[in-house]
């Protein structure tokens, strides 16, 4: 329940945003459909998904031609710009999550894991914590060494740029390792990459901790080496201090004059439509999620292109006949295209929270913890925001921008012992159950590019994110272990079941030992002394790496809200499911541009590389239509 401080100051929040975002109601404008009956019988494009990647596309596919028309069709509705959306010290709308809970995992004492995905117009950027990185140059090479041309670092380059409107810190973050260049950033992109106007005073100290036990400072994070401690942007609108997220950069700007750009919103796509003699996607069935209609179905005249996500994308291949034959066939669902590694290949980058105090009595004013013990102060600075935009509701809703992230070798002296221990580990008993042979190959080749970055002191593996509060998430950036996400029925409505596979490989939970290992110097670092900083969590008497591993699996998360890889760009040999040009195997006319695609997870937050990766799709897609 809002505030009456935060409902009397929405409104002036509302009459500064851009004109061009108020221009008219939302329920005036006329590409906004909730009605199947309200649209074209056939597209030249259907998007599944309206999420990050899918309106991503979109607006590229409809800019330079009026004649060329997209439907995107999506689950969840478009946001109201509500306060909780737009300030980013506000908590986001429960409303627009969809989550799920997996199979109990076996590397963490057999207990299930949420799975959190978005279910609203511009997907996670609406309500995640506004990270806006990019991995290490290292990160994005190995794709292409995994058989991926264009896909390298000087590829995605240009992509990066094209996605971000960067501007500089202000000047209150002149003490901060920023860095002014320009030259590895975009400057008239659609997405803001900014930093807020304002950042809690302890977080001086945490530069002074990681400087003092060795791990210095990098204002340049983004331009190609993505390591040791550094200020991250957001993803910000810098002028209003406001989040910007796929549907304020790439469909609001250009709703009310696109009218080539269709855009239905909640409804589920639950069959892609396939020519079987011509092995052709011809177009989508779809429901709506309140079950007033039928199913309904729209034509595609040159591609349908899935983008329903790393949790979604797969279950649609797989209900439509394309995957694994074995599953397929066991649940009645004629298959069209062998191919086993739809759904496998899933990972995400399992997060510890690890727990610290302070001699409160030497904190300096004000604390991060305001926001759960002073409504009084918690309403003060919101009044500061909507007045000036500053405070510290310009920083992301128990989000921040301070990091470090530390390679292999900057983690543990142990670097060599770990890397030789992964080339002895049996990958077959580290796949998930009925996985094909293909999938063993292709985990041999990913192995050999994930230990490429392990060796190197420019890739990171872990991550240490801190706010200035009493929980220090611990980040497994660049696990090896792959989990699964496939269909259990051939009911459309029915959730498809997620495995994790979580610390399966075992060196995952040697590298979490080294990196709590690595907490514990943060900690006992001398700046620290000043604030009295003192573990509580899992508590110094944890000793000796028997122990540190049991509580490690006791109180970690598979997820770090960052899934992808289940339909992965990767030769068929590997069990690839689409090709460099996106292209699923097997068949014309379907595509594959979100998270999902990924052929390894770089060592980052996401966003910021599926932007990246959805700009390039486009320029795919447009040549492809511009052959014929």
Not at 165 to 194: K, Q
Not at 558 to 578: D, I, Q
Request: with cysteine.
């Amino acid at each position: 329940m809002a505030s009456p401080i935060q409902l009397s100051m929405a409104l002036v929040f509302l009459l500064l945003q851009p004109i061009l975002i108020f221009s008219q109601p939302l329920v005036d404008r006329a590409t906004v459909f909730d009605s199947a009956s309200q649209l074209k019988q056939q597209y030249d494009y259907v998007i599944v998904g309206g999420g990050t990647a899918g309106l991503t596309v979109a607006n590229r596919l409809t800019e330079d031609d009026p004649s060329v028309s997209v439907l995107v069709i999506e689950y969840g509705p478009l946001d109201k710009l509500e306060p909780e959306v737009l300030v980013p010290g506000l908590p986001p709308p429960k409303e627009f999550s969809r989550n799920y809970v997996s199979v109990p995992q076996p590397g963490l004492l057999n207990k299930t894991q949420s799975v959190y995905s978005a279910a609203v117009v511009g997907g996670g950027t609406v309500i995640n914590g506004m990270f806006f990185n990019r991995g290490s140059a290292a990160d994005y090479d190995g794709w292409e060494t995994l058989g991926n041309p264009g896909w390298g670092w000087s590829g995605l380059l240009p992509y990066f740029k094209k996605s971000e409107n960067f501007t500089p810190p202000p000047p209150e973050l002149a003490e901060y390792p920023i860095s002014n260049d320009l030259a590895p950033h975009g400057t008239r992109g659609p997405v803001g990459s900014s930093f807020p106007q304002y950042q809690f005073p302890i977080l001086k100290l945490f530069y002074k901790a990681w400087n003092s036990i060795g791990v210095p400072s990098n204002p340049q994070p983004n331009g190609g080496r993505a390591v040791d401690a550094f200020y991250s942007t957001l993803s910000l609108t810098a002028w209003n201090q406001s989040r910007c997220s796929a549907a304020t950069a790439y469909y609001r700007p250009i709703a009310d004059n696109r009218p080539n750009f269709h855009l239905v919103t909640l409804h589920s796509v639950t069959k892609i439509v396939i020519d079987k003699r011509k092995k052709r996607a011809t177009g989508v069935q779809f429901l709506p999620r309140n079950g007033t209609e039928t199913v309904q179905s729209v034509r595609a005249k040159q591609e349908v292109i899935i983008a329903a996500g790393a949790p979604r994308s797969p279950q649609i291949l797989q209900l439509s006949g394309i995957g694994p034959r074995k599953l397929l066939s066991r649940l009645g669902i004629d298959v069209v295209e062998d191919l086993p590694g739809v759904g496998y290949n899933f990972q995400d980058q399992p997060a510890m929270f690890a727990g610290v105090t302070y001699d409160y009595s030497k904190y300096p004013d004000p604390s991060p913890g305001l926001y759960f013990s002073n409504q009084t102060w918690v309403d003060l600075q919101l009044k500061i925001y909507y007045e000036n935009r500053t405070g510290p509701d310009t920083q992301a809703y128990l989000s921040g921008t301070t990091v470090a992230f530390l390679s292999l070798r900057r983690l543990t002296h142990d670097y060599q012992k770990i890397i030789a221990s992964a080339k002895k580990t049996d990958l077959a008993k580290a796949l998930p159950a009925g996985a094909d042979k293909t999938l063993l190959e292709g985990y041999k080749a990913q192995q050999a590019a994930i230990l490429t970055d392990y060796n190197s002191p420019d890739t990171a593996v872990h991550e240490l994110a801190y706010l200035g509060g009493e929980t220090v998430p611990l980040v497994v950036l660049k696990p090896i272990s792959r989990g699964s996400i496939l269909i259990n029925s051939s009911d459309p409505l029915a959730d498809p079941v997620f495995d994790y596979g979580t610390f399966q490989h075992p060196v995952d939970i040697q590298v979490a030992v080294a990196m709590y290992k690595n907490f514990r110097k943060f900690v006992a670092a001398e700046p620290w002394k000043a604030v009295g900083m003192k573990e509580t969590t899992p508590g110094p008497s944890v000793e000796g790496d028997a122990a540190i591993e049991a509580a490690i699996r006791n109180f970690t998360q598979s997820t770090w809200s960052h899934p992808v890889r289940t339909c992965a760009m990767l030769p068929r040999k590997y069990g690839g499911v689409v090709d460099s040009k996106l292209r699923v195997y097997g068949l014309d006319s379907l595509s594959v541009v979100d998270a999902s695609v990924m052929p390894t997870i770089p060592a980052s937050h996401t966003s910021s590389t599926v932007y990246a990766v959805a700009e390039k799709a486009a320029d795919i897609i447009k040549a492809r239509r511009r052959k014929g």
